[in-house]
């Protein structure tokens, strides 16, 4: 649900109280993209340490950094089920149980197998948090502040990084990676806690489960009480009864293959522009541009400490000029800078060139890509596939990030430093059109009016038409079983 605005200037008519809780409740479970950041960051300066500690191979060392991405397409794959059976909470406390046995395993791990499994384990609670997180988010955010609430989970997922870079380098001299590892374990803890003991259950869940009472008690802390009433009075009562038992099924109904699609290739391209290429591998380039490679890991925090300045930016600008401006602007940059960086290793450039490069690179994916991703998840698909659309899409990026991840070197070395990211270059100009034809605009609009854009821009094209399925007009007439829940009729500006 998108607690949409009630009347023409919502921010006239949603207390500035309401305002206040939904940003509490949005930061704190913003806490999970925390643990993603966090683990993504801290494994590098980790296996300094446990690689002459447990004798690792390089595919040995590998397989510890990508158990993780694996784990997480798993995690992300069941991760909608739980949510719509279980509730968004549960499925929150189970995520941080998960996380913290994951995480205790590779702190206590002594050889390599039980090191693996941890890091297996702690993906599959990852993987499920980066699915939940933006479902969570997106239900109880006013639609008049969504952007910046779901922007947080990209924040707290940059910080996550930068902690851990952080940490690195502050037990580097200790070589002491158990610590570095168990650090992860405390924000764990706050989320559980603030997940079981703090945090209400979506209301569009309560909704869902016809627990009026309860999702007009939540609503109230957001809306006020009259607020609430009005929001839940232009709602489709059918839906209670036929809402349970789509699943997955629920994505492949012509109605919501658009946004499938979107969500889909959005999650793809996040990564195979190349972005962690950067974020993991960003000690090797900078070997390869000729720096001094003692100083990688200040220039791994320059990148980290850029990426999260940017997504503040970011945040700044989502509710402002909306996701589509952010995303194109974003993907020509990227575009860009990729060429010239690409452009740098086949010249080879003087090294302060390419550094400069990946730099502005990482700002322009941070303003855009990557946050923009993780809130159009949350945004575009409709109420009753939300949380298996998120899984899936979420999925799709996990997958995608494991395969770039696991071919980059080798890519590298069979055409090129340079000339990789020029693929790269390629994949985000691609992008850029899709974006310009298919992605809808979803700043201030309830879900049904972003549906609607979703489908006026399928039906337009011939190609994209028949990919999704879809058709202006059609979808109700092709799937007259797909509930909805109708939003108050004022669907914000168009
Ligand atoms: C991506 C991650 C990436 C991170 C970098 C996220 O949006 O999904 O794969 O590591 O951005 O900040």
Redesign the pocket.
């Known amino acids: 649900m998108s607690l949409p605005h009630i009347g023409h200037d919502s921010s006239s008519t949603i207390p500035r109280s309401g305002r206040r809780t939904a940003w509490l409740w949005s930061s704190l479970i913003a806490i999970g993209g925390f643990l993603f950041?966090y683990e993504?960051g801290v494994i590098a300066g980790a296996l300094l340490f446990i690689t002459p500690e447990f004798d690792l191979s390089a595919f040995a060392q590998g397989s510890v950094v990508s158990a993780l991405l694996l784990g997480a397409m798993l995690g992300a794959l069941v991760a909608g089920r739980v949510a719509d059976r279980l509730g968004r909470r549960m499925t929150f406390g189970i995520e941080g149980g998960v996380f913290i046995v994951g995480a205790l395993t590779t702190v206590c791990a002594n050889a390599y197998i039980p090191l693996l499994t941890g890091r297996f384990t702690l993906g599959i609670a990852i993987g499920a948090l980066s699915a939940t997180v933006p479902v969570y988010l997106s239900e109880v955010s006013p639609a008049e502040i969504r952007g910046r609430t779901m922007t947080l989970n990209?924040l707290l997922?940059?910080i996550g990084?930068l902690s851990a870079y952080t940490v690195n380098f502050a037990f580097s001299g200790m070589e002491n990676w158990r610590i570095m590892l168990a650090i992860g374990i405390a924000p764990a803890v706050v989320m559980i806690v603030a997940a079981c003991m703090l945090l209400p259950e979506s209301p569009e869940w309560l909704w869902a489960r016809g627990k009026t009472e309860d999702a007009h008690r939540v609503l109230r802390s957001i809306l006020g009480g009259a607020g609430a009433t009005a929001h839940l009075r232009g709602r489709d009562r059918d839906e209670l009864s036929t809402r349970d038992g789509f699943g997955w099924r629920s994505l492949l109904m012509p109605q919501v293959r658009p946004a499938l699609v979107v969500g889909a290739t959005l999650a793809a391209v996040?990564?195979l522009s190349g972005?962690?290429t950067i974020?993991y591998f960003a000690p090797s380039i900078i070997a390869d541009t000729g720096l001094d490679v003692s100083q990688s890991i200040f220039y791994s925090i320059a990148i980290g400490t850029i990426?999260l300045i940017m997504t503040i930016v970011s945040i700044r600008l989502v509710d402002r000029v909306g996701r589509r401006w952010l995303l194109l602007s974003s993907l020509g940059a990227m575009t860009a800078t990729l060429t010239f960086l690409g452009l740098s290793f086949v010249l080879e450039a003087h090294p302060t060139v390419s550094l400069a490069l990946m730099v502005a690179y990482i700002a322009a994916f941070?303003v855009g890509m990557?946050?923009v991703?993780?809130v159009l998840v949350g945004e575009i698909f409709p109420n009753s596939a939300r949380a298996h659309g998120s899984s899936a899409s979420t999925a799709i990026?996990w997958g995608t990030?494991f395969a770039v991840s696991l071919m980059f070197l080798s890519v590298v070395r069979a055409i090129g430093l340079g000339e990789t990211f020029w693929v790269f270059a390629l994949v985000c100009a691609g992008s850029f059109v899709f974006v310009t034809k298919y992605v809808p605009e979803t700043k201030g609009r309830d879900f049904e009016a972003v549906d609607t854009e979703l489908q006026r821009r399928f039906a337009r094209s011939g190609p994209a038409r028949a990919l999704a399925g879809a058709g202006a007009g059609s979808a109700s007439a092709d799937a007259p079983d797909m509930p909805r829940i109708h939003a108050p009729s004022d669907s914000g500006p168009r």
């Open positions: 950041g993504t990209q997922m940059t990084i996040q990564q972005i962690n974020i990426n941070a990557g946050p991703f993780w990026n990030n």
